[in-house]
């Protein structure tokens, strides 16, 4: 085996989900849609079980093998899946919010940062952590929600890589987010100064 190329993991999640689109076809993805607000049965493999429920009957020509995508890609849905379902389940997950402030605990309640992370690799974009800009009228309490929820994002991306890290059939070594989980500090001096 030759040398594997490294990949941020922002890079490979967005890549997985908004390029290969393997959410869409893999048949596991049936059971997380309404965590992400989708419409339920976007898979090939979900809309032929609903129709098969209905009593139709469809001929599909024979052996085929299974959906269109890269093997990589697909390592990396399914371990964002077992992320998504340990979140769902209640799982602490170790490595999320760590060093946040316990006066944030009542958001921290409701945060679901992995649900947050699918989304925003389905839309290629990171969670904006001061919408607005610095002048956005918002008030402290939505700054610091939005800045959780951005917190939220990177720290699952983080999870992510080291439980991709652990993969023997992964073609690329998945890197940590490559841009700063805290980039409003460095914002403030510069602004500040």
Not at 7 to 28: P, T
Not at 30 to 58: E, F, N
Not at 97 to 124: H, N
Not at 179 to 187: N, T, Y
Request: aromatic share 6%.
């Amino acid at each position: 085996m030759g040398k594997r190329g490294a990949m941020d993991v922002w890079a490979a999640l967005c890549w997985a989900i908004h390029d290969q689109r393997v959410d869409l076809a893999i048949a596991a993805n049936d059971d997380w849609i309404d965590d992400v607000g989708l419409s339920p049965r976007h898979s090939v493999t979900g809309v032929m079980m609903d129709q098969a429920m209905l009593g139709g009957r469809v001929d599909g020509g024979g052996p085929r093998g299974g959906p269109d995508v890269d093997l990589d890609a697909e390592i990396i849905w399914l371990v964002a899946l077992g992320m998504l379902r340990d979140e769902r389940a209640g799982i602490v997950i170790d490595g999320l919010f760590e060093g946040v402030p316990v006066k944030m605990q009542r958001y921290l309640r409701k945060a679901r940062p992995v649900s947050d992370m699918i989304v925003a690799g389905r839309m290629a974009d990171l969670p904006d952590w001061m919408p607005g800009g610095w002048q956005g009228g918002m008030s402290r309490r939505e700054v610091e929600e939005s800045r959780l929820k951005y917190i939220g994002v990177w720290d699952a991306l983080a999870v992510l890589s080291m439980r991709l890290k652990t993969s023997t059939r992964l073609g690329k070594v998945i890197e940590k987010p490559s841009f700063p989980r805290l980039p409003w500090h460095g914002r403030k001096k510069a602004v500040d100064s």
